[in-house]
């Protein structure tokens, strides 16, 4: 089965600094896929990034840049030079192949980071 | 503007007071699912539909029922609504491709309150 583990449940950091939000994830595929999505404080999901399991390279968007390494199973996700705006709650999502899933493309969550950025 | 909508936003019923949650998106996506989001658990999966008259239960079905008449709609129906399906609902949806899970699409969720 999959799964999806966020060992930080709140982070507080001061306007800024530079934050890694963990994800460690557990899947028996060869082939997934990992998102990232963002929840602002006015409650709706916002998509951050999608990375399929084959392409191990990172990623950077701005101040955003994730880290994919399949030897450790983690997908952390760092932002740099935080700003309040980026307050929110940060989810880790899995989703196994489309044979796998029978065509379900069901998301695994991991239980989301409290992200609060200090002025 | 692709969207997905839902309706209500927000909800306070009673025990047993038959509901309906809407969910309508424009993006012609074949895939369409519900979620719900309570704290210490993230998100999980209610069901799901992969196109019209096609559906199946997620990992928490229970108390829940959906229909997929049209492409567009999918909504999320509580018969007998009770304490514990407090909680905020989320609807997604998504092209279906069997290159693998494309970037799912969510409405603004639904926060429903059973007294």
């Known amino acids: 089965a999959q799964k999806v583990t966020q060992a930080q449940t709140e982070i507080s950091v001061v306007e800024k600094e530079d934050v890694t939000l963990d994800c460690v994830y557990e899947t028996r595929d060869t082939t997934y896929y990992l998102f990232w999505y963002k929840q602002p404080p006015s409650g709706e999901l916002v998509f951050l990034i999608r990375?399929?399991?084959?392409?191990?390279q990172n990623e950077i968007s701005g101040r955003y840049s994730w880290n994919f390494q399949k030897s450790t199973s983690s997908f952390n996700f760092t932002i740099t030079a935080s700003q309040v705006v980026d307050s929110a709650v940060y989810f880790c999502?899995?989703?196994?192949?489309?044979?796998?899933?029978?065509?379900?493309?069901?998301?695994?969550f991991g239980t989301g980071t409290r992200l609060t950025i200090i002025p | 503007e692709a969207q997905v909508t839902q309706n209500p936003r927000y909800l306070i019923t009673v025990t047993g007071k038959k509901l309906t949650v809407t969910c309508s998106q424009n993006?012609?996506?074949?895939?369409m699912s519900w979620y719900r989001q309570d704290p210490g658990l993230g998100l999980r999966q209610i069901y799901y539909s992969m196109n019209v008259e096609v559906t199946d239960k997620g990992d928490v079905p229970e108390g829940y029922k959906v229909s997929r008449k049209e492409k567009r709609n999918f909504p999320l129906i509580l018969e007998s609504p009770s304490p514990n399906q407090t909680s905020l609902y989320f609807c997604a949806s998504s092209f279906l491709s069997s290159q693998g899970t494309n970037e799912q699409y969510f409405g603004p969720g639904t926060r429903l309150t059973v007294t």
């Open positions: 999502a899995l989703s196994e192949a489309f044979i796998s899933n029978f065509g379900n493309e069901k998301l695994t």
């Open positions: 990375r399929n399991s084959f392409d191990e």
């Open positions: 993006m012609n996506h074949e895939y």
